[in-house]
């Protein structure tokens, strides 16, 4: 074979593997995402349904000074968000701060820098795995560099990036009404505009104290569109395990619950660096980037001009939905029955004593346990997502005893009581009293109190 025949085999053969990969990969992508889909689509509508233009357009207007926000029980105006504008940013970041307190979440500053403008953090901690953490976040800080306004007095920001931080405050609302198994966690950054810095040091401490941050969601600018493409672009990092597929979720989410929005999949340019997504891309953590069209660029952007009346507010609405919508899928941890209780009691069936600190494993069989012990009147209680459940009790010197296929329904209690039979060397005493020997007893009570 000659020299040019060898090349073309060569590039016959390459292309051939290239095609291959490129199946292996959208398969993979479609495997995963339509795992993360399995969830009862019925409650996330149901969340999707919560999200109204009113309350975007409502909330996107307080945080870009259309009308003024409750602040020190005294009306406020919003004139600015830049990290460096002394009161209007403390009073922004004390405003969300109050917002998600509000929706039920705990809430945390992150200083990264000054405590005039620290990142604002909240959280739901998640009912059964509760060290497995997702994210949804967006820059809080504003600029309006491109038309020399002093941005310290004015930078409404309205696109860039009160759009963002409003559908992260509204995802707070929406899925603070409902019980997770993970941690779901909100995050508004300040320093985005001076160079990603809030985020950075937030997601540095993050990889620092090793959180398992399993996925983030970052939209920045999600509120312009002037052509009917209604493009949204997510950018996703091939090499990072985990980003595209979070990509590929949010695309099947605009479509499965027919979002009028055009996603575009954006993958490894560096565009998308640009971004508070990069600070979790830095530290190995899957992360995207939502953001409008970059095509149809807002021509507002960094500019005093960047206000409610240049958006498209039907665009946004759809863009807030399919946020809220692809963060509860992300977990796959919606806890669609809510939760219950068991309880019980455990006493030695010989003199009805009751036992402390008697061990309990409480396993669904599915991966879920959980542990706790009985008090000193020998209860315990412990509080799980409804199921059918197996509950094991051992204690010293007794013999273990299980009782499986304890149901507990949603806001239901059940009760699972035990006496337990001492071994033998705790059962002499009791011989030379002739006891009657009896067998284990479990008591069949499940009762459901309201
Ligand atoms: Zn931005």
Not at 104 to 130: A, C, F, K, M, R
Not at 301 to 309: A, K
Not at 359 to 377: F, M, R
Request: net charge negative.
């Amino acid at each position: 074979m000659n020299r040019p025949q060898r090349v073309l085999l060569l590039v016959v053969i390459l292309a051939a593997a290239l095609a291959e990969s490129a199946h292996l990969f959208s398969a993979a992508l479609e495997e995963s995402s339509a795992e993360l889909l399995a969830l009862p689509a019925d409650s996330i509508q149901g969340m999707i349904d919560q999200i109204s233009q009113e309350d975007v357009v409502r909330q996107v207007g307080l945080l870009s000074g259309e009308w003024p926000i409750l602040s020190l029980g005294q009306p406020y105006t919003i004139s600015s968000r830049h990290t460096l504008s002394g009161e209007s940013i403390s009073r922004t970041v004390r405003y969300v701060a109050s917002r998600m307190s509000a929706a039920g979440l705990s809430v945390q500053y992150h200083v990264w820098e000054d405590q005039n403008y620290p990142n604002v953090i909240g959280e739901l901690v998640g009912q059964s795995n509760p060290e497995q953490i997702y994210l949804i976040s967006a820059h809080l800080d504003s600029v309006s560099t491109r038309d020399r306004a002093p941005s310290a007095l004015l930078a409404p920001g309205a696109d860039d990036n009160a759009s963002g931080t409003a559908a992260v405050l509204l995802a707070a609302d929406v899925l603070s009404r409902y019980q997770w198994g993970c941690t779901l966690r909100f995050g508004l950054w300040t320093g985005e505009e001076q160079g990603l810095k809030g985020s950075a040091a937030y997601a540095a401490d993050a990889a620092d104290l090793g959180e398992q941050i399993a996925g983030v969601l970052n939209l920045d600018m999600i509120g312009y569109n002037s052509d009917d493409s209604r493009i949204i672009d997510l950018h996703a990092r091939s090499w990072l395990t985990g980003s595209v597929e979070i990509a590929s979720l949010m695309i099947d989410v605009v479509d499965n619950y027919n979002l009028n929005l055009q996603p575009e999949l954006i993958i490894d340019v560096p565009l998308s660096d640009r971004s508070d997504n990069k600070s979790f891309w830095d530290n190995s953590y899957p992360a995207i980037l939502a953001i409008e069209d970059h095509d149809d660029f807002n021509p507002y952007y960094h500019t005093s001009e960047d206000r409610l009346e240049n958006m498209d507010i039907d665009f946004m609405t759809e863009f807030v939905k399919a946020g809220v919508a692809a963060f509860a899928h992300m977990g796959n941890c919606l806890l669609a029955d809510g939760l219950g209780t068991v309880e019980g009691q455990v006493r030695s069936i010989a003199d009805e004593q009751p036992l402390t600190a008697a061990a309990i494993e409480i396993s669904d069989g599915a991966g879920l346990t959980a542990t706790t012990s009985t008090s000193a009147s020998g209860a315990y209680s412990s509080t799980l997502p409804a199921g059918s459940y197996t509950i094991t009790v051992s204690a010293n010197g007794f013999f273990p005893a299980s009782a499986p296929g304890v149901s507990l329904a949603a806001s239901a209690v059940a009760v699972q009581d035990f006496a337990l039979k001492a071994q033998l060397r705790a059962y002499l005493p009791l011989l030379i009293q002739e006891q009657p020997a009896s067998p284990l007893v479990r008591s069949p009570l499940i009762t459901r109190r309201p």
